[in-house]
């Protein structure tokens, strides 16, 4: 067994890491799905999506071919609605929420309709909004991911000049940097980074990270306000012996590089056991299949009744030829010369529910041992606790602590999306980032 690169084709990547997603590919395809649409009242696919795009609207300008503005109802409520419309798990949000599903029958396909709607809008750069005239107000946004573009979108249109510090050197956030290829090309996040900056009044400094090349206090007497947006990134360790073995990763920095550096240059094992059962996880495990490893077999300390990430989410890997191990828990991972060999792990069961509100997971005495050359750690995230204690704003162990208005202990200061929340979907940040949006404009005087 070893690590290696380069081990598929050009072509076998670019099958492997093809759209999973792929949109409509005839005009008469979405037509006949927006047509089945029952334009129900008081829509619960709406009421289920956290930026509350009305569906029934745009699904009904589809059908009438009012493409333009199906793209204006879904932008309006969420300026990230075409990669959305990509990465959200629908399958628990508008989709799962259809009435369709009632009826035992197939819910309307609502992400690939509000692909269908946003695509040539994003590729164009469709003029839908029009920028009020600039009031002489500034805000700094930290941080270009869903959160503080969504937020820098809003104000943007309200005729506020801004300034958005990203500490990469692209947008996009997640979207970019943290979600699986197949599911986001770094093309598109580009498109739709510009597509949301050309309503103008938006200028994006890259390669400034906050603490380093930019400081708070510095901001506050720069600008107007600030918002916060930096989201969450650094990866939880699992403290067992052998994690500083060659071979032993965490999911964001594989997911990140796999992203970033192109997919010969990523090593990958032949045997790959991921760590977790998020969609993260998921993102990893796929992805070190689709990169060439020939066994990957996803570690979760307890079954598949509780595990986070969705059912289609997980038959995706199954499909990739994924295997799963439930009740067990890295123990100790192994290794020889400085390199992953095996990964020991406590075989649990399950006890009394624990502060998540699932069973516990509790060890039996037993363990099982894998053999493999490579150990994704994807169990989670945490904040930057750090960076905000160092900036004297309040917080929960790490996780902004807001007010009633969104701002934080700091006058003029708001923030919104992971580094708040501690980690939830795209579409949480965006609606995170236009509530921040509304009491800044409010804060700012210019709210009517």
Same mark, same amino acid.
């Given at each position: 067994?070893?690590?290696?690169?380069?081990?598929?084709?050009?072509?076998?990547?670019?099958?492997?890491? $093809?759209?999973?997603?792929?949109?409509?590919?005839?005009?008469?395809?979405?037509?006949?799905?927006?047509?089945?649409? =029952?334009?129900? *009242?008081?829509?619960?696919?709406?009421?289920?999506?956290?930026?509350?795009?009305?569906?029934?609207?745009?699904?009904?300008?589809?059908?009438?071919?009012?493409?333009?503005?199906?793209?204006?109802?879904?932008?309006?409520?969420?300026?990230?609605?075409?990669?959305? $419309?990509?990465?959200?798990?629908?399958?628990?949000?508008?989709?799962?929420?259809?009435?369709?599903?009632?009826?035992?029958?197939?819910?309307?396909?609502?992400?690939?309709?509000?692909? *269908?709607?946003?695509?040539?809008?994003?590729?164009?750069?469709?003029?839908?909004?029009?920028?009020?005239?600039?009031?002489?107000?500034?805000?700094?946004?930290?941080?270009?991911?869903?959160?503080?573009?969504?937020?820098?979108?809003?104000?943007?249109?309200?005729?506020?000049?801004?300034?958005? &510090?990203?500490?990469?050197?692209?947008?996009?956030?997640?979207?970019?940097?943290?979600?699986?290829? &197949?599911?986001?090309?770094?093309?598109?996040?580009? +498109?739709?980074? +510009?597509?949301?900056?050309?309503?103008?009044?938006?200028?994006?400094?890259?390669?400034?990270?906050?603490?380093?090349?930019?400081?708070?206090?510095? =901001?506050?007497?720069?600008?107007?306000?600030?918002?916060?947006?930096?989201?969450?990134?650094?990866?939880?360790? =699992?403290?067992?012996?052998?994690?500083?073995?060659?071979?032993?990763?965490?999911?964001?920095?594989?997911?990140?590089?796999?992203?970033?550096? !192109?997919?010969?240059?990523?090593?990958?094992?032949?045997?790959?056991?991921?760590?977790?059962?998020?969609?993260?996880?998921?993102?990893?495990?796929?992805?070190?299949?689709?990169? !060439?490893?020939?066994?990957?077999?996803?570690? *979760?300390?307890?079954?598949?009744?509780?595990?986070?990430?969705?059912?289609?989410?997980?038959?995706?890997?199954?499909? +990739?030829?994924?295997?799963?191990?439930?009740?067990?828990?890295? #123990?100790?991972?192994?290794?020889?010369?400085?390199?992953?060999?095996?990964?020991?792990?406590?075989?649990?069961?399950?006890?009394?529910? +624990?502060?998540?509100? #699932?069973?516990?997971?509790?060890?039996?005495?037993?363990?099982?041992? =894998?053999?493999?050359?490579?150990?994704? #750690?994807?169990?989670?995230?945490?904040? &930057?606790?750090?960076?905000?204690?160092?900036?004297?704003?309040?917080?929960?162990?790490?996780?902004?602590?807001?007010?009633?208005?969104?701002?934080?202990?700091?006058?003029?200061?708001?923030?919104?999306?992971?580094?708040?929340?501690?980690?939830?979907?795209?579409?949480?940040?965006?609606?995170?980032? #236009?509530?921040?949006?509304?009491?800044?404009?409010?804060?700012?005087?210019?709210?009517?």
């Amino acid at each position: 067994m070893s690590i290696e690169a380069n081990r598929l084709t050009a072509a076998q990547y670019e099958h492997n890491f $093809s759209d999973i997603h792929p949109p409509f590919d005839k005009k008469e395809a979405a037509l006949v799905e927006a047509n089945r649409c =029952l334009f129900c *009242y008081d829509a619960p696919c709406t009421k289920s999506c956290p930026t509350s795009i009305n569906v029934p609207k745009f699904i009904k300008q589809i059908s009438t071919e009012n493409n333009k503005g199906a793209a204006h109802t879904i932008f309006s409520a969420n300026i990230f609605g075409g990669g959305c $419309s990509r990465v959200c798990p629908v399958e628990k949000l508008c989709e799962g929420a259809c009435v369709y599903n009632l009826m035992h029958e197939a819910p309307i396909p609502i992400a690939r309709l509000q692909r *269908y709607a946003t695509e040539k809008a994003i590729e164009q750069k469709w003029n839908l909004f029009e920028r009020k005239p600039a009031t002489g107000k500034k805000v700094a946004v930290i941080g270009a991911g869903p959160a503080g573009l969504s937020c820098a979108h809003v104000l943007s249109r309200a005729g506020v000049d801004i300034t958005v &510090y990203e500490k990469e050197n692209a947008g996009g956030g997640l979207m970019t940097y943290g979600i699986a290829a &197949y599911k986001v090309t770094p093309q598109f996040c580009k +498109d739709e980074v +510009d597509f949301i900056t050309s309503v103008g009044g938006i200028n994006i400094r890259y390669n400034h990270e906050l603490g380093k090349d930019i400081q708070l206090k510095e =901001l506050q007497q720069q600008y107007d306000a600030v918002f916060i947006g930096i989201g969450v990134g650094l990866a939880n360790t =699992l403290n067992i012996p052998g994690e500083e073995l060659e071979g032993v990763e965490d999911a964001i920095s594989f997911i990140y590089n796999l992203r970033t550096k !192109g997919y010969p240059h990523i090593a990958v094992g032949s045997k790959v056991a991921v760590i977790g059962m998020g969609m993260t996880a998921i993102d990893a495990a796929t992805q070190a299949k689709r990169l !060439g490893a020939e066994e990957v077999t996803l570690v *979760y300390r307890r079954t598949e009744a509780e595990k986070n990430c969705t059912d289609t989410e997980l038959d995706i890997a199954k499909l +990739d030829g994924c295997r799963t191990l439930w009740l067990a828990a890295p #123990k100790n991972i192994i290794g020889k010369n400085g390199k992953v060999t095996a990964l020991e792990c406590d075989v649990m069961q399950l006890g009394s529910p +624990d502060h998540s509100g #699932k069973p516990a997971p509790v060890a039996t005495g037993k363990t099982i041992t =894998l053999e493999v050359d490579m150990v994704i #750690k994807a169990t989670g995230q945490k904040p &930057y606790q750090a960076l905000i204690q160092q900036n004297d704003i309040a917080n929960n162990k790490g996780k902004i602590t807001l007010q009633t208005n969104h701002t934080t202990n700091i006058a003029g200061v708001f923030a919104g999306g992971d580094c708040v929340n501690g980690g939830k979907e795209v579409v949480d940040a965006v609606q995170a980032g #236009k509530d921040a949006a509304a009491a800044m404009l409010q804060y700012l005087g210019l709210y009517h």
